[in-house]
């Protein structure tokens, strides 16, 4: 074998260089790759209608068909679509290459593929990415699991520039009900919040000694509690700091704590009780939130 056929026999992926094969697959990176019309028909409506054309009778089977996708990509869809023994592998979860994935599948109608991302985003890593996820989810038509992961986004600030980029690639209509969750769930938690200068403390695990069962006169420290929560909120839009401790414990809301009944001396407002009171407003607000669909 001279050096010109040496150097062509390299071009070719070492995992599709099977002698029965009746086509070759040139990926935009210059790897080729030896495939089987009768897999690739049965897998992708694109060549099903492309070899349902008629084909020239001289045509050279050794003319690689370019894919228009890297070698990585191209390999990858071979790899799902292909009959195996052992379960595919992705040579990274990286979130441009799965969208770039799962773009090249929806060109060439490969639905295995998109089929094979959708379950694989809900193991290992892809759990602890719900941003990226959701993006995948409202693009290639994962309509039952966009809601729920647009809820797991709740935890992530996305006002920080990390996730600038993922956002960028959403379209308006997702974008905006990604948004319109955050402020809708910062609207119901403040709105309570506000109420609390109106409501008798006993309601909210306070004192019960006046028998009146009077709200605490506290408007400063009332909206002071109002205005760290909005902060918070814009950081964590889950609101889950309001179940922990140390948030209670700040120094911003120390003069709230100062209240003391006359009759008792107990703190008007106790830290804990009012704590739980969040907490049941928090799940209140989950059980609707997973009720509720997202406007189109």
């Avoid at 694109?46 to 009778?57: A, H, I, S, T, Y």
């Avoid at 001289?58 to 996708?69: L, S, T």
């Avoid at 959701?134 to 966009?146: I, K, N, S």
Wanted: glycine fraction near 4%; charge should be negative; charged fraction near 30%.
């Amino acid at each position: 074998m001279d050096a010109t056929m040496s150097a062509d026999q390299d071009k070719f992926h070492p995992s599709y260089v099977s002698p029965d094969a009746d086509l070759i697959l040139l990926s935009d990176d210059g790897i080729k790759f030896r495939a089987h019309s009768l897999i690739l028909s049965q897998a992708s409506k694109f060549f099903r209608e492309m070899f349902g054309l008629p084909r020239p009778e001289k045509e050279n089977p050794e003319d690689a068909i370019p894919i228009g996708e890297s070698s990585l990509v191209t390999k990858a869809m071979l790899d799902i679509i292909y009959p195996g023994e052992t379960e595919p592998r992705l040579p990274t979860r990286e979130f441009e290459f799965v969208r770039r994935l799962l773009s090249a599948a929806e060109r060439f109608g490969i639905d295995r593929v998109n089929h094979y991302v959708r379950l694989l985003t809900k193991t290992g890593p892809f759990i602890n990415k719900p941003l990226e996820v959701y993006v995948l989810a409202c693009a290639f038509g994962w309509d039952d699991e966009a809601h729920g992961l647009s809820l797991k986004t709740l935890t992530l600030d996305l006002t920080s520039s990390t996730y600038a980029k993922i956002l960028k690639t959403l379209d308006a209509t997702s974008l905006y009900n990604l948004f319109e969750l955050r402020w809708e769930r910062k609207r119901q938690i403040l709105c309570y919040a506000r109420t609390l200068a109106s409501t008798p403390i006993n309601e909210i695990g306070g004192c019960d000694c006046d028998e009146e069962n009077e709200p605490l006169e506290a408007e400063n420290e009332w909206k002071s509690l109002t205005s760290y929560i909005s902060e918070k909120l814009d950081e964590s839009a889950e609101g889950n700091f309001l179940k922990q401790f140390s948030f209670w414990d700040d120094s911003r809301l120390e003069d709230l704590w100062g209240y003391t009944c006359d009759d008792c001396g107990e703190p008007c407002v106790k830290k804990d009780a009012l704590r739980k009171v969040f907490v049941k407003v928090l799940a209140d607000i989950s059980k609707d939130e997973k009720r509720r669909k997202p406007k189109n």
